[in-house]
Structure formats: C-alpha cells, structure tokens
C-alpha cells in the first residue's frame, strides 16, 4: 500500500533541461515508489503569462515525452493535462469565494510577476494561487512536492481550504501537506543565473551528445581564471557543480585538485563533464526516441490520465456541489 496521493504540476514548456531533470523530474521519478502520483501538465496556468501561449500543443507533447522517457510510469502514476479535465476551473470560481484579494497580491511571487509583465497584470495571474489550490484539492493530495519558493503558494493552498471547509461547515476539501524535497538548484551556462529556457542558459535533455557538447563548452568557468597556467577555483565554478553531480568521486576529485594547480583547463575539465553527462543521458535518450516513434501513445496516456483523473474530479465536485448548497 502507498503512502498518500502526491500531486505535483508543470507548466507545458516543452523540451526539458537539466534543471528541470535535477529539480523535478528525478523526484517525480522517485515517489513513484511510495506515492500514488499525479504529474499534471498545467496548461491553463501557462495561459497566465504571454510568452508561453504559443506552441502550447507542441510543448505539452515536448514535456510529456520527456517525462515518460525519465521513467514516470503512466500504467501507475496518473499523466494528464490540466485542462482536459474542466472540473478543475469550476473549483476554482468557488474557492475564489473564500478568497481575499489582498492575500493574492501580497504574494510575493504575484509582484516579482507584476514587475515582469506589467503591460499584463491580467485577472489570471493574479489567480494563479487560486487555481494552484483547486489542481491540488481537486484531487484530494496528500502532499506536494514544492521547493522553498513555493511554500507560499502552499500555505495559501491550506489557508483557502480551511477558509472554504469553515464558511460551508464541511470536511470535503483536504489540507496539502508540503512534501520538501531537497533538490539542487541549477545554475544556467552563464554560471549566473538559475537555468531556464526563458533565459536560453539551458541545456535540454533531448539535445544530440554534439549540441550538449557545444552548450558545455559555453559554460561560463571561474572569471578569475584567465589564462590556462592561471590556477582555478572550483568552488566557484559551475562546470564543477556539474562534475561533483555527472562524473566518478575519482574525476571529481582530480578536477578539485588539478584546477587548483592549473594541472587541467576548462576546456579539458567541460569536455569530460559532457562526455559524462552524454553517457548518463544515453539511455533516456534511447527510450525518449523509441517513444517518438508513435506520437500517438504520448496523446493515448495523456487521454488514459485525463479519464482517470476525471473520476477522481467529478467525484470531488459532487461533495463540493452539495457542500456549497448548489
Ligand atoms: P513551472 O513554472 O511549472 O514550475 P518551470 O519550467 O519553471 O515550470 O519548472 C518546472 C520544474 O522544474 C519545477 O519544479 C522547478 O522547480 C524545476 N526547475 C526549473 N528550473 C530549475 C533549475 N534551474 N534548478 C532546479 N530546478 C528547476
Ligand atoms: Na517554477
């Protein structure tokens, strides 16, 4: 028997990096184990920002390949898109209810994006949280998986339940439990800025061994270190974040010592890291492949996933009806 339900989900950005595969996706894999898992493809929440409106069909396919190459198991773990599943958009007008407005736009994820996109503070984003909830109530999960900067979203998660159970005297909705997981935060190839493809500082998964190899060879090393006899300092460096993660405790060590003593230079030492992460990604790749050649089971698990996931929906909203009194 498993230990709960865990729902987590991703907005459709297609092709996955190495930020996603070490910050989320590996976790998804490994609560498999013990959960009952459902990995949601957040398209409507995607429609909260402009920039990734286009190619939403595509991206979802993109992201849902990826995921099932990693080894997200979809005869198990439920699969889906969020807007296949409507439910979760009438949930959202009622706890939207109970909801504040204040508390939204105090949320400190609300006004780093209101300073980003200010030509487009939409009702939406500022709903964001709000539908946040109604992804992760409507299927009664135990628990979230969310990194520190979401805790905020999830203490109004359980904040909006407790307000929506107390204002219809019901039990119906249940209280997320935030599950912290600690996963590395991934710096980008300008060894500055956290990957993201919005940024263009990625690397994809799915990329050839040759376009990872170019993408290493990118990366932005120690900037004190300027010429090749110039010793390094690793504790700086991005690519050697990289080995401590990709490459053998021997490797790791030989690059600690050799930087140290300008015995190796950042040519030599991101070759080896991209020869070790191209080996690693070898077989997700190969899997990732296999699955593309029949796009069409991609779409059938998202549709198994859509119908699965409904049953619980509708189930949920049939409580939630009769709680409000409609
Ligand atoms: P979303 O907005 O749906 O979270 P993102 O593409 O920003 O979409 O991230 C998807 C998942 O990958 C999230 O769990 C996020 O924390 C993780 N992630 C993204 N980029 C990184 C990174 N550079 N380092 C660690 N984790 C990351
Ligand atoms: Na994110």
Redesign the pocket.
């Known amino acids: 028997a498993k230990k709960g339900r865990v729902f987590s989900g991703?907005?459709p950005?297609g092709r996955q990096h190495l930020?996603?595969y070490?910050?989320?996706m590996l976790n998804y894999v490994a609560l498999q184990e013990d959960y009952d898992c459902i990995y949601c493809i957040?398209d409507v929440h995607a429609l909260t920002t402009l920039e990734t409106t286009l190619d939403l069909r595509q991206n979802t396919y993109e992201m849902a390949l990826d995921w099932l190459a990693v080894g997200i198991r979809p005869e198990e773990s439920i699969v889906f898109v969020q807007s296949h599943v409507p439910q979760v958009m009438e949930l959202h007008t009622y706890l939207s209810m109970v909801t504040p407005l204040g508390k939204l736009t105090d949320l400190p994820t609300f006004k780093e994006k209101a300073r980003e996109q200010p030509h487009n503070v939409n009702y939406g984003l500022v709903g964001y949280p709000v539908l946040m909830t109604a992804d992760i109530v409507l299927y009664k999960a135990d628990l979230v998986p969310v990194?520190v900067d979401q805790a905020p979203h999830l203490e109004f998660a359980r904040e909006t339940v407790r307000s929506f159970n107390h204002r219809y005297n019901t039990q119906v909705l249940i209280e997320p439990q935030m599950k912290v997981t600690q996963?590395?935060?991934?710096i980008g190839i300008d060894g500055q800025q956290?990957?993201?493809k919005s940024l263009n500082n990625h690397i994809e998964l799915a990329a050839t061994p040759e376009e990872t190899r170019q993408r290493v060879m990118q990366m932005v090393t120690d900037p004190q270190r300027i010429r090749r006899s110039d010793p390094g300092n690793p504790d700086v460096c991005n690519v050697f974040s990289m080995h401590k993660i990709f490459s053998s405790p021997e490797q790791v060590e030989m690059v600690n010592t050799e930087c140290r003593r300008a015995g190796i230079g950042c040519v030599d030492c991101k070759k080896l890291f991209a020869e070790n992460l191209n080996h690693h990604l070898q077989p997700f790749r190969q899997r990732r492949e296999e699955i593309s050649q029949n796009p069409d089971f991609v779409w059938d698990v998202l549709k198994d996933g859509a119908k699965r996931a409904s049953q619980i929906a509708e189930a949920t909203m049939v409580e939630v009806r009769q709680a409000i009194g409609l």
């Open positions: 991703a907005r950005t930020g996603n070490l910050g989320a957040v990194g996963v590395p935060k991934v956290k990957m993201s």
